[in-house]
């Protein structure tokens, strides 16, 4: 792994990575949260990373299934291979 050097603004998204990535894998796997030294990081981004990650997991969590033919579909907009309708 990478070491990242802590004064930089590229570990502070480092952290909201590690963070949302944490809150996501601990609700969609129903375990709690592991602790982590979020020092650079101020509470209301905290909050913020924390409704994405549940946001993200709700969305992972309802899937749609769609009963779409993707052939008929792709043959049903008419395009030729420009990607450009003819008409």
Not at 45 to 69: F, G, K, P, R
Request: proline share 2%.
């Amino acid at each position: 792994m990478v070491t990242i050097p802590l004064d930089w603004a590229l570990y502070q998204t480092y952290l909201a990575g590690e963070l949302v990535h944490e809150i996501f894998m601990s609700t969609i796997l129903h375990r709690p949260v592991k602790d982590m030294d979020l020092g650079l990081l101020d509470i209301d981004t905290c909050i913020a990373l924390e409704q994405l990650a549940n946001v993200m997991a709700t969305a992972y969590s309802n899937t749609v299934h769609l009963e779409t033919d993707m052939v008929t579909y792709n043959d049903a907009l008419d395009k030729d291979e420009s990607g450009q309708s003819e008409t």
